[in-house]
């Protein structure tokens, strides 16, 4: 299983995205998780937690607390009984492009509580999405997709169409700036060796 700090190591392609997309494509719950972790970049934790009082708009809000019976949650040593962002910085608000707005705000109308499945049930959706999809990766857990490697997918994306770092900052709920300036030197560096390597032929 890949490491904390280094999901940007198994990114996947646009193509592959939209080959999940493809494969959730019978069920409204499948294609939304897809979207909430590989084009919005939302962690697992995040999803699991979202409730349909996070819409407002055109934005999914995530607040600063919830009360929470989940067994992480319950377990909790600081809040028992209360669902928090990972870090102060991760209560933010993450705008909706209109293309998917409609789908997500579907889903939470009929599902107010939203997913109510735990992380692990997340990760193991998306490793069985991946792998209908024939998304396979070396070194990945299980030769799949997971979600914090869709998160870096989506951090990926934003680069490629020109997101700053600061930026990077804002939408992913990041608490430090060299954590986006390194997924940016990644991104360039990758860019302009495939510029290269065509350059030689």
């Known amino acids: 299983m890949a490491k904390r700090g280094h999901s940007r190591e198994y990114t996947i392609t646009e193509d592959q995205r939209f080959a999940l997309l493809k494969v959730a494509a019978d069920s409204l719950g499948d294609q939304v998780l897809v979207i909430l972790t590989a084009l919005l970049g939302m962690r697992a934790s995040e999803v699991c937690h979202m409730n349909r009082d996070w819409l407002h708009d055109d934005i999914i809000q ?72 024939n998304i396979k990766m070396k070194g990945a857990s299980k030769g799949t997709t997971f979600p914090h490697a869709l998160r870096a997918s989506a951090a990926e994306n934003m680069i490629v169409k020109g997101f700053t770092a600061e930026e990077l900052m804002c939408l992913l709920g990041w608490s430090r700036i060299d954590v986006a300036n390194a997924y940016i030197k990644a991104v360039v560096a990758k860019a302009k060796a495939y510029k290269k390597v065509k350059e030689l032929l």
């Open 62 to 133: 995530l607040p600063p607390s919830q009360d929470c019976d989940c067994i992480h949650c319950l377990k909790s040593p600081k809040h028992p009984g209360k669902w928090q962002p990972k870090y102060e910085a991760s209560r933010r608000e993450i705008p909706m492009p209109d293309s998917v707005k409609g789908m997500i705000y579907d889903y939470f109308n009929a599902n107010p509580k939203g997913f109510q499945i735990t992380r692990q049930a997340v990760w193991a959706k998306i490793k069985l999405l991946a792998r209908k999809a």
